[in-house]
């Protein structure tokens, strides 16, 4: 069986304070706002679409550049599953988050803190992927 998601490294930038990133808590494990690509939609279109229905943020810009593809096999009813999902960057200025019922919590957590609260390596690769990019377009914007 094959299954495609797609979702959102989604992160804010206060003013007074360093770059964020959010995850939600479902059951104890903490990740991105993310979910299945439905028929006749984009990766762009299904992560609008989740990261809205999840978090209830509304305004969010996708970052260009940046989109990481993370595989792995699970099992459902008996059978493996092979996941893909794609992970695009988006920024928010919103930090009220109305969390779906599907999970029990949120949090906005610096990058060093997010790392250790992400209970998976590719959700932690992936934002240190996402970090990384960050860092060097601050970098190559100072440089122009």
């Not at 104890?28 to 229905?53: C, I, M, Y």
């Not at 988006?90 to 060093?112: D, N």
Request: no cysteine.
């Amino acid at each position: 069986m094959e299954e495609r998601s797609a979702g959102a490294v989604v992160f804010r930038h206060p003013a007074s304070d360093r770059r964020v990133y959010l995850l939600l808590q479902n059951a104890s494990r903490w990740d991105f706002p993310k979910g299945n690509v439905e028929k006749g939609e984009s990766e762009l279109q299904t992560v609008l679409r989740e990261v809205g229905e999840e978090t209830g943020l509304k305004d969010i810009s996708v970052v260009p550049g940046f989109r990481r593809v993370v595989e792995y096999f699970y099992r459902r009813e008996g059978k493996n599953v092979h996941k893909e999902v794609v992970y695009l960057l988006a920024r928010t200025e919103e930090a009220g988050v109305k969390i779906s019922f599907e999970h029990q919590g949120y949090g906005w957590f610096p990058y060093e803190q997010a790392r250790q609260k992400a209970s998976y390596d590719n959700s932690r690769m992936t934002l240190e992927e996402a970090e990384h990019f960050l860092q060097a377009r601050i970098v190559e914007n100072a440089q122009n």
